[in-house]
C-alpha cells in the first residue's frame, strides 16, 4: 500500500507505490501502472488545477535528514511543447499542503543533447516557492544544476543524501554526486516526501525507500 512502511535493515523505510491512497495529490493526476517491466505510479499534470506545483505527497512520510533512494522515469508527453525536457524528481522536506519543500529534479532529454550548455542543464536543485530554477540559475549560474547522462523514459537509478543543510544528488549508482548543494535555502527542516513532475511531463516512479 502507498505510503505503508516495510522494516529494511540499516533502520530503513520502504514506501511500496502499490496504491494510490497513500498519495496527496497537487495538480497531478495519477495512475497505478505497468512501466517497462514494474508497477509504477504514473503521474502527468492536472490542467484543471490552479496550482503552482505538481506535486504527489507520500503519506507518512516524515523526513529531516538521511538518505532517499527511488527510480524515477521521465520523457515530454506527446503533446508537449518542444522546449519540455520530461522534468521528473524528488522532492523533500515537503510543508503541509505543499507550501515549501526542496527538490533534486531532472531533464532526461538534456543529457544526451548535441548543445553543451542544454548537457550541462540535467539536473536541478530548486527550493520552492522562493527559489524557482530561474532564479538561481540568473543569481547564481551554474551553481544549482549539472550534467549527468540521461536517456528520456528510462529507469534511472536516484540517490538523495541530506545532511543539516547540504545535499548531494547521486545518478544511477555512481559513487560520485552529480550535483552538490551546500546551503539549502529552507534550513534544517522537516517535512515529508513527495514525487515531483515539471510541465508537459509522463513520468513514472517506483518503491521509495529511506534510510
Not at 187 to 200: D, K, P, R, V, Y
Amino acid at each position: 500500500m502507498t505510503g505503508s512502511r516495510a522494516a529494511h535493515p540499516a533502520q530503513a523505510s520502504m514506501f511500496r507505490l502499490n496504491s494510490l491512497s497513500g498519495l496527496e495529490l497537487h495538480n497531478v493526476k495519477a495512475d497505478l501502472v505497468t512501466y517497462r517491466g514494474r508497477r509504477a505510479v504514473r503521474l502527468v499534470e492536472d490542467d484543471s488545477v490552479d496550482e503552482e506545483h505538481s506535486i504527489a505527497i507520500i503519506s507518512g512520510s516524515d523526513f529531516k535528514e538521511g538518505v532517499i533512494e527511488t527510480e524515477i522515469a521521465g520523457a515530454p508527453r506527446a503533446d508537449a511543447p518542444a522546449d519540455m525536457r520530461g522534468f521528473v524528481g524528488i522532492a523533500f522536506r515537503v510543508q503541509p499542503q505543499g507550501s515549501r519543500f526542496e527538490c533534486f529534479y531532472l531533464r532526461p532529454t538534456n543529457g544526451r543533447a548535441d548543445d553543451q550548455l542544454r548537457r550541462n542543464h540535467s539536473t536541478q536543485y530548486i527550493s520552492q516557492p522562493e527559489y524557482p530554477w530561474f532564479r538561481l540559475r540568473e543569481e547564481t549560474p551554474g551553481v544549482y544544476e549539472s550534467y549527468t547522462d540521461l536517456v528520456p523514459g528510462a529507469w534511472t537509478k536516484v540517490k538523495i543524501a541530506v545532511s543539516g543543510v547540504q545535499a548531494q544528488l547521486f545518478v544511477d549508482g555512481a559513487e560520485q554526486p552529480c550535483l552538490v548543494v551546500n546551503d539549502l535555502k529552507l534550513g534544517e527542516t522537516q517535512g515529508q516526501i513527495a514525487l515531483w513532475i515539471g510541465s508537459g511531463t509522463e513520468a513514472h516512479f517506483s518503491n521509495v525507500v529511506v534510510k
